[in-house]
């Protein structure tokens, strides 16, 4: 049990005075202040003077992409990729981050960690990945100059309508629980991608921009991308359409900052501002388009946790959220992008004990955030004092003892 002052709710994203009660690892009931009768065994926790809130949910991260601290020949390297993606895990859930979807990364790594995930094997965000990019044969993420991270181990470039959809069910099948397609494309071959995705019960999410944009929302995609440059039409069609947007505002500021455009892309050749970026953001908040938060945190940038997260937050209030509407995007958006509200997103009776306690209150200031004290996930203290916490190995038994006496 966690005895609170303020539990964020973030339905209505406000606090309220509470005390959360876990069993296993579900929330079983939010008790009102003052309440005291619970059961004497029961593991009570004092956070008195902190918020809890649910755990935030980052909707674009890439875990397993090299940094540059690995050396030429090891960027296509599945294991190191695994390696890199558990330490930024670790960062991740100690930024009180509890779930990232994971947009490509390098072979079946990604899988690797969602998989081990899962079972709490390590301590870590829960994980929903793409496993890799679908593009057009030049698209996004496989242009020159080739090197092992722009090539098959983290994208695949297929051409035609029926490749498209074999993609699909390849990544389905290796453990994607969504699909993420880029451009360039045909309408045919994302409708064809859309299709297949829906008939196995996957969101699709599209990273593309000027007429793919609008090729991708008449085609039913379920989500787009970045704030890249797109109509006020194809603006309208997405609310139309309710498709949502993942905006990543501060990434892009991020590389504009230092290298003074986006250079790094054949397929994105156009004037890219933050100005024009946030134009984007803006108009979609206006027509009503539901916007998740996302940092397409990648290589280096993996260092910069929890900042990034932060700064993508600090956009969003910009752009006219109040802290507590940020959260709230964070949160309880995010998983209703993820198809997983009914098990996140907000501390409710029923979902899983993923749960955030902070000293202070970030639904006033969001720079609190910074002062994570505990994190939980699936009920299990992984964070505590702002340290992972790792429980000592218990060892299993041997089927028989040795047949001679041990030495005291």
Same mark, same amino acid.
């Given at each position: 049990?966690? +005895?609170?002052?303020?539990?964020?709710?973030?339905?209505?994203?406000?606090?309220?005075?509470?005390?959360?009660?876990?069993?296993?690892?579900?929330?079983?009931?939010?008790?009102?202040? &003052? /309440?005291?009768?619970? *059961?004497?065994?029961?593991?009570?926790?004092?956070?008195?003077?902190?918020?809890?809130?649910?755990?935030?949910?980052?909707?674009?991260?890439?875990?397993?992409?090299?940094?540059?601290?690995?050396?030429?020949?090891?960027?296509?390297?599945?294991?190191?990729?695994?390696?890199? !993606?558990? /330490?930024?895990?670790?960062?991740?859930?100690?930024?009180?981050?509890?779930?990232?979807?994971?947009?490509? !990364?390098?072979?079946?790594?990604?899988?690797?960690?969602?998989? #081990?995930? @899962?079972? +709490?094997?390590? *301590?870590?965000?829960?994980?929903?990945?793409?496993?890799?990019?679908?593009?057009?044969?030049?698209?996004?993420?496989?242009?020159?100059?080739?090197?092992?991270?722009?090539?098959?181990?983290?994208? #695949?470039?297929?051409? !035609?309508?029926? @490749?498209?959809?074999?993609?699909?069910?390849?990544?389905?099948?290796?453990?994607?629980?969504?699909?993420?397609? =880029?451009?360039?494309?045909?309408?045919?071959?994302?409708?064809?991608?859309?299709?297949?995705?829906?008939?196995?019960?996957?969101?699709?999410?599209?990273?593309?921009?000027?007429?793919?944009?609008?090729?991708?929302?008449? =085609?039913?995609?379920?989500?787009?991308?970045?704030?890249?440059?797109?109509?006020?039409?194809?603006?309208?069609?997405?609310?139309?359409? /309710?498709?949502?947007?993942?905006?990543?505002?501060?990434?892009?500021? +991020?590389?504009?900052?230092?290298?003074?455009?986006?250079?790094?892309?054949?397929?994105?050749?156009?004037?890219?501002?933050?100005?024009?970026?946030?134009?984007?953001?803006?108009?979609?908040?206006?027509?009503?388009?539901?916007?998740?938060?996302?940092?397409?945190?990648? !290589?280096?940038? +993996?260092?910069?946790?929890?900042?990034?997260?932060?700064?993508?937050?600090?956009?969003?209030?910009?752009?006219?959220?109040?802290?507590?509407?940020?959260?709230?995007?964070?949160?309880?958006?995010?998983?209703?992008?993820?198809?997983?509200?009914?098990?996140?997103?907000?501390?409710?009776?029923?979902?899983?004990?993923?749960?955030?306690?902070?000293?202070?209150?970030?639904?006033?200031?969001?720079?609190?955030?910074?002062?994570?004290?505990?994190?939980?996930?699936?009920?299990?203290?992984?964070?505590? &004092?702002?340290?992972?916490?790792?429980?000592?190995?218990?060892?299993?038994?041997?089927?028989?003892?040795?047949?001679?006496?041990?030495? /005291?």
């Amino acid at each position: 049990m966690a +005895n609170a002052s303020r539990v964020f709710d973030a339905q209505l994203a406000r606090t309220t005075p509470g005390t959360v009660v876990i069993e296993g690892k579900r929330i079983s009931a939010i008790w009102p202040a &003052g /309440r005291r009768d619970w *059961p004497a065994d029961a593991r009570v926790i004092d956070v008195g003077g902190k918020t809890v809130l649910p755990g935030l949910i980052d909707l674009h991260v890439h875990l397993t992409y090299p940094d540059s601290d690995t050396p030429i020949d090891r960027q296509a390297s599945e294991g190191d990729g695994v390696l890199r !993606g558990v /330490r930024n895990l670790r960062w991740m859930l100690e930024a009180g981050i509890t779930s990232v979807r994971d947009l490509n !990364g390098v072979s079946d790594a990604p899988y690797v960690l969602a998989d #081990w995930s @899962a079972a +709490n094997r390590i *301590p870590a965000p829960r994980v929903f990945t793409a496993g890799h990019i679908i593009t057009g044969t030049g698209g996004h993420a496989t242009e020159r100059p080739v090197s092992p991270s722009h090539g098959p181990d983290f994208a #695949w470039e297929r051409d !035609g309508a029926d @490749a498209w959809r074999s993609a699909v069910r390849e990544t389905f099948k290796r453990g994607a629980s969504v699909i993420k397609v =880029a451009s360039h494309f045909s309408p045919e071959e994302i409708a064809a991608a859309v299709d297949e995705a829906h008939r196995l019960g996957l969101k699709v999410t599209c990273d593309c921009e000027t007429v793919y944009t609008a090729i991708a929302v008449d =085609a039913g995609v379920d989500i787009i991308e970045h704030p890249l440059p797109r109509t006020d039409e194809t603006i309208r069609a997405m609310a139309k359409h /309710r498709t949502a947007a993942v905006p990543t505002l501060q990434v892009y500021q +991020n590389v504009l900052d230092r290298a003074g455009g986006f250079y790094g892309s054949t397929s994105r050749r156009f004037t890219l501002t933050a100005q024009a970026d946030f134009d984007v953001f803006r108009k979609m908040k206006a027509a009503g388009i539901v916007m998740g938060v996302g940092t397409d945190t990648i !290589g280096d940038a +993996n260092q910069l946790i929890p900042n990034v997260y932060l700064a993508e937050l600090q956009w969003f209030i910009r752009g006219g959220y109040s802290a507590a509407e940020a959260l709230r995007a964070a949160t309880l958006t995010n998983a209703r992008i993820l198809d997983m509200d009914d098990r996140l997103g907000s501390i409710s009776s029923g979902k899983l004990a993923d749960i955030v306690v902070v000293d202070g209150r970030p639904d006033l200031d969001i720079e609190a955030l910074r002062r994570v004290d505990k994190v939980f996930r699936d009920g299990i203290l992984l964070v505590d &004092g702002g340290q992972i916490l790792v429980p000592r190995h218990q060892a299993r038994p041997l089927t028989k003892a040795p047949p001679f006496d041990t030495v /005291r």
